[in-house]
């Protein structure tokens, strides 16, 4: 079973509305961190945000927030007022076990496009 | 601060040569993690290390890959022979579990090329 699932392979936004992109997860451990990154088509992994197995609150980092949701092992992305540069490759990552433990296991990500 | 450094960025090369992939981490992480990105399988781990030591290499593809870290500063990914299927992009990353922060942070990547 894959650990990470991105059912959206592409998708197609209009500039200025909010995104919402999917990821589940599988893991039985307690302790796990989730992650994003963006790879524009330069080809960099671009960090955009983490949450905790643990935290209470959502993560956000400025237009960005990760919609957590433990029970269903649910992890979105949420791009609220998309802007062109927003256009990327969107990838859901997770650690397992131990903080500082382990590589990351990534989905197959979502070809985000965002049209003027 | 300067991010994770990798070189070459670019590497084409024939079959059956050997190629060395390097990596200068982040200053003061103590992971440092070796990726590989291909169409196929998508981003996949192939070995990390902490304090300098190989933790897990089961990612590592066959015998003809390599990877050492000799400092804190450096690491190499090494192949050979090379063949045309190791083509892809490598990205090295590194990150710190002190404190609250446990990010990898990627470098640029190193796209290569084997004919």
């Given at each position: 079973a894959q650990k990470i699932?991105?059912?959206?392979?592409?998708?197609?936004?209009?500039?200025?509305?909010?995104?919402?992109?999917?990821?589940?997860?599988?893991?039985s451990d307690q302790s796990y961190g989730l992650f994003w990154y963006k790879q524009p088509s330069s080809g960099e992994m671009i960090f955009l945000i983490y949450q905790g197995s643990y935290d209470e609150q959502n993560a956000t980092e400025g237009r960005y927030s990760l919609n957590f949701q433990k029970a269903r092992k649910s992890a979105n992305l949420v791009i609220s007022a998309s802007q062109l540069?927003?256009?990327?490759?969107?990838?859901?990552?997770?650690?397992?076990?131990?903080?500082?433990?382990?590589?990351?296991?990534?989905?197959k990500g979502t070809h985000l496009i965002i049209q003027p | 601060d300067a991010g994770v450094i990798q070189s070459p960025r670019h590497e084409v090369t024939e079959m059956g040569q050997e190629v060395t992939l390097r990596c200068k981490p982040i200053s003061g992480h103590d992971y440092l993690f070796w990726y590989r990105q291909t169409m196929m399988r998508g981003l996949e781990l192939l070995i990390y290390f902490n304090n300098n030591v190989p933790i897990d290499d089961s990612g590592m593809p066959e015998d003809r890959f390599s990877a050492k870290m000799p400092n804190a500063s450096f690491s190499t990914l090494k192949i050979q022979p090379s063949e045309p299927r190791d083509s892809a992009v490598y990205f090295c990353a590194s990150s710190s579990d002190r404190g609250l922060e446990e990010t990898q942070y990627f470098g640029p990547g190193t796209r290569l090329l084997v004919l």
């Open positions: 699932t991105q059912t959206q392979p592409g998708m197609f936004v209009q500039e200025k509305e909010a995104v919402t992109l999917d990821c589940t997860y599988d893991t540069g927003d256009s990327a490759m969107y990838f859901c990552a997770m650690r397992e076990g131990g903080r500082g433990a382990d590589g990351l296991t990534f989905g | -």
